[in-house]
């Protein structure tokens, strides 16, 4: 866990690494006021903040997001050495958790440790990490990995503004500047502000790097929308497939839960079979149209496309079949776990 202790003294008075170094220095300026009228002070002790990653493993060992075997370790020092060649006037100590269990042992060794602040980074979706952090008190940042860690970011992110935290500032970027400009933040805390102080901070650096809106001046659009009350009387009796059951099975619910939209389960195996039995040529002439109207296209090959056109054209079939409006699918348990073959992302 990269923790440690370092205690001096007699049994009852424990003396930390900060406290010692203080001693010392206080001891090397009485030494040399006897010798040189030049004071001799030791070194204040850097500003000590716990970087925690909240991850499975170092390699990505199950499904999940980003995928299976996605190796973590070269972005953890990506991050690490970015903080602290952009803050050195702080020294920063790494640690990783699994969840609750781990990133409360990491908090209890710290006590000892002069730990005083903590970013974590949520490299996966759903470690349970940073709800055992800021509690401590100290200040806490808390960023995410993009597109691996953004869900769980977004979901106890939100918690915590609700919950008004005020030791507690969040950033969420893939630019590493910016997580280093609200690391800065740190040094109100360093130099006699309040948590809160340091909070505010961190939130005017998010927003001061955040990109501002461009012209905001739009076109006519005579659109006509339905009220509230002629919408819900519209969506009654709609129907929405739900290809196997992921966290939440909206089928049980029943329609009075979901605005009276009816939700039916259907597996995996009829969604393949409409996939393996969708036109060729028409996936073909999807995947192309895809591919040439796109920005631009990384690390997927053209049968990578193709075969996502087919699971466009799949899904399409298997709502018709139902008279379905919507269909929403397990795509992680179905993809990873055999039952189908392309992601239906993009379609």
Known sequence: MNTFSN?????????????????AGCGAACAGA??????????EPKYRVRVIYALHADVQPGPDWPNVGYDFRPIMEQTVAALRQGCPEFEFLTAKATGS??????????ESADIDGYIVVQLNCWNRVVQTVVPTGKPTIYSDFSFAGSGGFLVYNAG????????YGFVSSGRMDDLVAAARC???????GTV??????????????TKKPCDMQC?????????????????????????????????????????????VNIPFAELNAAWEAADKDRSVEIAERWL??????????????????????????????????????????GFYGGHIHAYPCLG
């Open 101 to 110: 269990e781990e990133a409360a042992k990491i908090v209890a060794a710290d």
């Open 292 to 333: 040439k109207s796109a920005k631009a296209v990384k690390d997927v090959d053209r049968e990578t496309v193709v075969k996502s056109a087919a699971m466009y054209l799949a899904q399409k079939e298997v709502m018709k079949k139902h008279n379905a409006v919507a269909i929403t699918i397990n795509c992680l348990g």
């Open 34 to 43: 006897l010798s040189s009228p030049v004071r001799a002070f030791a070194e």
């Open 7 to 23: 205690r001096s003294g007699c049994a009852c008075c424990p003396m930390s690494r900060r406290r010692f170094l203080a001693a």
């Open 186 to 192: 740190f040094d109100v805390v360093r130099k006699g």
């Open 196 to 209: 809160a102080e340091f909070a505010a901070a961190v939130a005017r650096a998010r927003k001061d790097r």
């Open 160 to 167: 915590f503004l609700r919950a008004g935290a005020g030791n």
């Open 219 to 263: 076109k006519p659009d005579d659109l006509q929308v339905l009220s509230i009350s002629d919408c819900l009387e519209k969506v009654k009796g709609m129907k929405i497939l739900a290809v196997e059951k992921g966290w939440l099975d909206l089928a049980a619910l029943g329609p009075e839960a979901t605005a009276g939209i009816e939700c």
